[in-house]
């Protein structure tokens, strides 16, 4: 997160940018000290957090406007770098003490950025923010999301308020394009951009949620970009479930099971989470996605049909006759009921929709829903019922 600030203290006008971060990614904010040659970086243990801040008048009227003038901001912090660099051009002009109306000038300025600005006008028109690939990429470590919803389904999104809404045009026209540069086949759909908005908080979303289109258009873009923060090993592991997804392993219990794991690791923070060493566990996920990603694929993404037609076809050859018999086990006992004729009836069992599924996520995955239970499609010790 950054922003441009403006001072007035008895007289003074002072300037200060700010970039500020998790503590994970502090190494981002050392990088861009020693690139720039200029302004500190300090730790707030208490925060989990670390900034990177210029405050000498030299620093900013040389090196950050021109920063930013060079590399053009898009949302509506650009607005407020601009009543920034005009604060800073009447402060440089004027080589003694500022007048009364100068600081008035000033003092206006400031009362209308960041949290208190009402105007979000821009002088640009739709067609004229292009968003770079470079920038997008700087977006999405700071303003973005690899998730997996529900342990089950992968989506790429970014979010920003309402107010940066011709930026967010510009994001969606972005995207969109990937599809046209990337086309693999006309049996693959073009990418398709969600747009959402909460209205409590006017932040609108974008979502990428298609399995295909993360897969065929995004993947490319993203594999030959470079990230810096803590959200590249988020992207590494959203990828190696991107790729479970695709080829099909996560139809295998062993994939299925290396996914969830991912679910539960992926956008988790070193130095505040819970989860044991971090570390350990995604050097884990890694290893045992090499073991399983060496196995020939179930879903043979050379065929030219859209990964909803693979899952059809795989489900229509590995289709038994006999029922989705399911053994649920609670604290090491089967729960009363078991052992369950289908998945819906085993889902009713536990409170959960007959259309739920919760089965086909964990079912074989030794893996435990709600912390407490376990889904077999055959007892535990391996002999029937």
């Given at each position: 997160?950054?922003?441009?600030?403006?001072?007035?203290?008895?007289?003074?006008?002072?300037?200060?940018?700010?970039?500020?971060?998790?503590?994970?990614?502090?190494?981002?904010?050392?990088?861009?000290?020693?690139k720039?040659k200029?302004?500190?970086?300090?730790?707030?243990?208490?925060?989990?957090?670390?900034?990177?801040?210029?405050?000498?008048?030299?620093?900013?009227?040389?090196?950050?406007?021109?920063?930013?003038?060079?590399?053009?901001?898009?949302?509506?912090?650009?607005?407020?770098?601009?009543?920034f660099?005009?604060?800073?051009?009447?402060?440089?002009?004027?080589?003694?003490?500022?007048?009364?109306?100068?600081?008035?000038?000033?003092?206006?300025?400031?009362?209308?950025?960041?949290?208190?600005?009402?105007?979000?006008?821009?002088?640009?028109?739709?067609?004229?923010i292009?968003?770079?690939?470079?920038?997008?990429?700087?977006?999405?470590?700071?303003?973005?999301?690899?998730?997996?919803?529900?342990?089950?389904?992968?989506?790429?999104?970014?979010?920003?308020?309402?107010?940066?809404?011709?930026?967010?045009?510009?994001?969606?026209?972005?995207?969109?394009?990937?599809?046209?540069?990337?086309?693999?086949?006309?049996?693959?759909?073009?990418?398709n951009?969600?747009?959402?908005?909460?209205?409590?908080?006017?932040?609108?979303?974008?979502?990428?949620?298609?399995?295909?289109?993360?897969?065929?258009?995004?993947?490319p873009?993203?594999?030959?970009?470079?990230?810096?923060?803590?959200?590249?090993?988020?992207?590494?592991?959203?990828?190696?479930?991107?790729?479970?997804?695709?080829?099909?392993?996560?139809?295998?219990?062993?994939?299925?099971?290396?996914?969830?794991?991912?679910?539960?690791?992926?956008?988790?923070?070193?130095?505040?989470?819970?989860?044991?060493?971090?570390?350990?566990?995604?050097?884990?996920?890694?290893?045992?996605?090499?073991?399983?990603?060496?196995?020939?694929?179930?879903?043979?993404?050379?065929?030219?049909?859209?990964?909803?037609?693979?899952?059809?076809?795989?489900?229509?050859?590995?289709?038994?006759?006999?029922?989705?018999?399911?053994?649920?086990?609670?604290?090491?006992?089967?729960?009363?009921?078991?052992?369950?004729?289908?998945y819906?009836?085993?889902?009713?069992?536990?409170?959960?929709?007959?259309?739920?599924?919760?089965?086909?996520?964990y079912?074989?995955?030794?893996?435990?829903?709600?912390?407490?239970?376990?889904f077999?499609?055959?007892?535990?010790?391996?002999?029937?019922?």
């Amino acid at each position: 997160m950054g922003n441009f600030l403006i001072t007035l203290d008895r007289g003074f006008v002072k300037f200060r940018f700010k970039i500020s971060l998790h503590l994970d990614d502090i190494e981002v904010l050392n990088t861009i000290k020693s690139k720039l040659k200029i302004g500190r970086v300090s730790i707030e243990k208490s925060r989990n957090r670390c900034s990177f801040i210029v405050e000498n008048f030299a620093d900013i009227k040389n090196v950050i406007c021109p920063l930013f003038r060079a590399f053009p901001l898009h949302t509506s912090k650009k607005l407020d770098f601009e009543d920034f660099c005009r604060a800073v051009l009447i402060k440089d002009h004027i080589k003694k003490n500022l007048s009364e109306a100068e600081m008035e000038t000033i003092r206006s300025i400031k009362n209308a950025m960041n949290s208190k600005r009402d105007k979000f006008t821009y002088q640009l028109s739709n067609s004229q923010i292009i968003i770079h690939p470079n920038w997008f990429i700087g977006f999405l470590e700071g303003e973005g999301t690899f998730g997996i919803k529900t342990g089950s389904a992968l989506y790429l999104q970014v979010a920003q308020k309402n107010t940066s809404q011709e930026s967010l045009n510009a994001i969606v026209t972005f995207l969109t394009s990937l599809s046209s540069s990337n086309l693999q086949n006309n049996k693959i759909l073009p990418l398709n951009v969600v747009s959402t908005v909460n209205k409590k908080t006017n932040v609108v979303s974008l979502v990428v949620s298609s399995v295909d289109s993360l897969y065929y258009y995004v993947l490319p873009y993203l594999d030959s970009s470079n990230m810096y923060t803590r959200k590249a090993i988020d992207f590494k592991l959203w990828r190696v479930a991107l790729l479970l997804k695709i080829h099909g392993y996560y139809f295998l219990p062993e994939g299925k099971k290396l996914f969830l794991d991912i679910s539960d690791i992926i956008n988790k923070r070193y130095s505040t989470s819970s989860t044991g060493c971090l570390d350990d566990i995604i050097a884990g996920i890694f290893e045992r996605s090499k073991t399983i990603l060496a196995l020939d694929p179930p879903f043979d993404v050379k065929s030219n049909r859209s990964h909803t037609d693979n899952v059809r076809a795989f489900s229509i050859a590995n289709r038994s006759e006999k029922p989705n018999t399911v053994y649920i086990y609670a604290d090491g006992n089967l729960v009363k009921g078991s052992p369950f004729a289908s998945y819906s009836s085993a889902h009713q069992s536990l409170g959960l929709k007959p259309s739920s599924n919760t089965c086909n996520r964990y079912i074989d995955t030794n893996r435990l829903y709600k912390n407490k239970y376990l889904f077999f499609s055959k007892p535990k010790d391996g002999t029937g019922p």
